[in-house]
């Protein structure tokens, strides 16, 4: 009898052990085998953090009294700053005061792997053509998309959970006082939580990409990621923020901190189920849409500079506009809240007795009575981690010339290494400005609304750009001297490690040689109107060194082969 | 005339990867100089010493005179380049692509451009990452080729083009040889290359194991013989023959290959009953693919 010719020959022979052990088996092992060091790094940092913490509080709080006087200062604060900071909830004890110090702001910087993991993981291989052959093979779309999904989830789930093992570490080995002590049901409550919040960022993120892309859908996760943060933390200052805090997961999950001994799984089901649903919508989008097709959305395009055809520095710049103005608006958006609710801010804060030596000792040299202050406070560190995380994306772009061998043909012609160097450098510095000069417009028009003064704060966002500046010219440095891969990740360490050691090394009293290795230690409050002047100075050099640096290493180097 | 290229002992390696080992080549003016070899055997990594986007480990390398590590601009200026892989701006369209490059040169001129833009079939108001692989190729090669460059240095140029593109791409070298310009092109369009090339080098595991003229090339190799008698030859009359080799008999139909002048052979088979002799002459791809091994025999 004649086969049929519709069914086709099954093989018997499927992925050897080997294979699924190495990561080869499946699309589901190799999105792990893929994220391998994106979970050493998303475990290993929260847990790092919380060892360094507990080390810290342990030897600054050791004794009952020293904590009750802990616990009185952190509930004075007013309701926004609680916001920003976490709430205050058994602040005496180890796990309390890890998790109302960075329990609340570890989301919103680890979940910008999962969003840039989901964003790129369907529409960024579409765009590369490796998904064509992916989908040739004898797997359905919907299995590869939830596979891949699985997969991130997957490594989520064992980031979190090395996290958590090491929170447990740190409660037993720091704990000095009888509650100190962390359970690791306690600590793997709190980062199922935190991965949760990462994955409906990323989700969001994931379901839009069949949509709009990659490039957009990265952009809305950030959205849901960065704005479901801030929002709740000034939801009392704005009306339009409080209206919208009904939307932001991490809003409904604030009674829920296990390390403080407080539970409350209700809304953390939710945000799961939430997540849960974008990851289901993005699996559908995936299967019925054309591969790698995104619609136009030209509402959703940011203006750009023409094609920038005139010389390397152009093109750099005409390639990051859209990306600057988009970071630009966010940031901005964030500022101009703030600055418009200051005036209020500042006043509430004002009648409350005592605030202000906390504020002093949380702030050191900050004026909480002026506007320009509460801008300083409340918006200064985020919109400084935001910058950054800005000026690492056009690093990127500047690397992706030799990564995608650009750099090769533009390299042949008459162009000189130096000045390619230098001129796409400042091509990246020149983006920077750009964004920094759309937040300005932004928090320009909010603080001159009222009648407030905004020649300070427009200044103090000078600060922020050379600040990202120096980013990006440690980024370009290390991807100039050494390889372009390399600097993306040098440039998003520097940012991220210099706000989380800012955020968490004045209260614990760290040594002052440990602050200064922070880059935000060192730019002062340029929005209150004081300047750190040695600071701007290694800003400045650090900006200048790096891009020169990049030319002397772009020169000397062979391009990537 | 001094060669255009000249490489010495020339040699690039990877850590411990093998890139190139001891290459020496020379290129002449208005010369079509074809670079053989399978994937990986050291071609890319050649050009891109040229051009100096790498740097030898040791030994030298030559173009227009100029050592490569001391005056690359002075080099680029009077090259034209395609990479074997590459990738341009996404948002670009293939126009303002072709533009920033002729920015980046100055001095193109635009009539020509249009001229290669036309020849290639190119749509140059389409976006790059809108293109197909074939017209992202297009749009390299007349990035490489709208300054009429002096020399010519393309790396896999044909891959991804139609066959009428292809033929047109030829024509384009051809005309760039009669202007007195020079050619230096990897390709495994074997037959292109056998009808373009004035020489030829194969490189196999970073070495070069052979350079020549077409001719010489052809020359130097095999024919194949086939000889058709009335009955049953025996295959041992003709192996002991000079330059004979590979022979089989079956059923009056004897085939072997020669090197060599084929008068011994043809006495031979004078003594049987010959009813026909076909020779078929060697082409480029026998001698690559006998290079490698992989001809018939070979």
Known sequence: MAADPRRAPRSRAGPRLADHLLGLGSVYGKTIRDSRRAILAAGGLPGLIVLATAAAVGAQFATAASRLELVAQAQLLPIALRGLLGEPIAVDTLGGFVSWRVGNTLPSILGIWSVLALSGTLAGEAQRGSLDVLVTAPISRRRIALQKLLGHVTAVSVAMAIAALLTFVAGAAFGTLPGDAIPLGAALGHFALTGLLMLLAGGAAFAAAPVVGRGR????????????????????????????????????????????????????????????????????????RDLGRAVGLRWLRMPSLPAGTGNPFTRQLSDRTAAAIGWGIGIGVYGALIAASAEAFAAGIAQIRGISELIARLYPGVDIGSPSGVLQLGFFAFGTLLTGLAATSFVGGWAGDEA????????????????????????????????????????????????????????????????AAAVAGIGLGAGGLIRAGIAVPVAGAVVISSYLLEVIGNILRLPNWVLQLSLNH?????MAGRFDGPGLVLLAVLAVGGLAISTWGLRRRDLRG | ????????????????????????????????????????????????????????????????????????????????????????????????????????????????????????????????????????????????????????????????????????????????????RSVFLSSHIIEEVDRTCDRVAIIRDGRLVQVDRIETIRLLAFQQVELVFGGPVAADEFEALPGVSHVASVEGRVTMRVSGPI??????????????????????????LAQYGRGDGG
């Open chain 1, 522 to 526: 060192h730019l002062g409050q340029p």
């Open chain 1, 404 to 467: 995608n061998r650009r750099l090769d043909l533009v390299l042949s012609t008459p162009v000189a290494r130096s000045r390619w160097a230098v001129t796409s450098g400042l091509g990246v510095m020149a983006a920077i400005a750009l964004t920094v000069v759309v937040v300005g417009v932004f928090i320009g028009l909010s603080v001159a609304g009222p009648g407030g003064d905004v020649a300070t704060p427009l200044v103090g966002l000078g600060v922020l750009a050379l600040y």
């Open chain 1, 217 to 288: 859908a990265a952009g809305i996760g950030f959205v849901v990621l960065f704005g479901g943060y801030i929002v709740p933390a000034y939801a009392t200052t704005s009306a339009v923020l409080e209206a919208l805090e009904p939307l932001s997961p991490f809003s409904w999950t604030t009674a829920h901190r296990p390390l403080a001994g407080q539970e409350d799984w209700l809304p953390v089901g939710v945000v799961a189920l939430v997540a849960a649903t974008l990851g289901a919508l993005g699996v559908v989008a995936f299967d019925r």
């Open chain 2, 1 to 180: 005339m001094p060669p255009i290229i000249r490489t010495e002992r020339l040699t690039k390696t990877y850590g411990t990867h093998r890139g190139i080992e001891e290459v020496d080549l020379e290129v002449q003016a208005a010369e079509v100089f074809g670079f053989l070899g399978p994937n990986g055997a050291g071609k890319t990594t050649t050009m891109r010493v040229l051009l100096d986007l790498i740097r030898p480990t040791s030994g030298r390398a030559e173009v227009f005179g100029i050592e490569t590590t001391a005056d690359p601009v002075a080099i680029h200026r009077r090259v034209g380049y395609l990479p074997g892989e590459f990738d341009l701006y996404d948002r670009l369209t293939g126009a303002e692509t072709i533009e920033y490059f002729a920015n980046l040169r100055g001095g193109v001129d635009r009539a020509y451009t249009a001229e290669l833009v036309e020849r290639l079939d190119l749509d140059p108001s389409r976006r790059f990452r809108e293109y197909s692989k074939g017209n992202k190729q297009k749009v390299g090669l007349v990035v490489a080729l709208q300054h009429k460059p002096e020399l010519l240095v393309l790396d896999e140029p044909t891959a991804g083009l139609d066959p009428l593109v292809q033929h047109t791409f030829f024509e384009i070298v051809r005309a760039a040889r009669s202007d007195g």
């Open chain 2, 263 to 288: 008068g011994p052979i043809v006495r031979a088979a004078a003594r049987h009953d010959l009813l026909d002799l076909m020779t078929r002459a060697p082409n480029l791809e026998d001698v690559f």
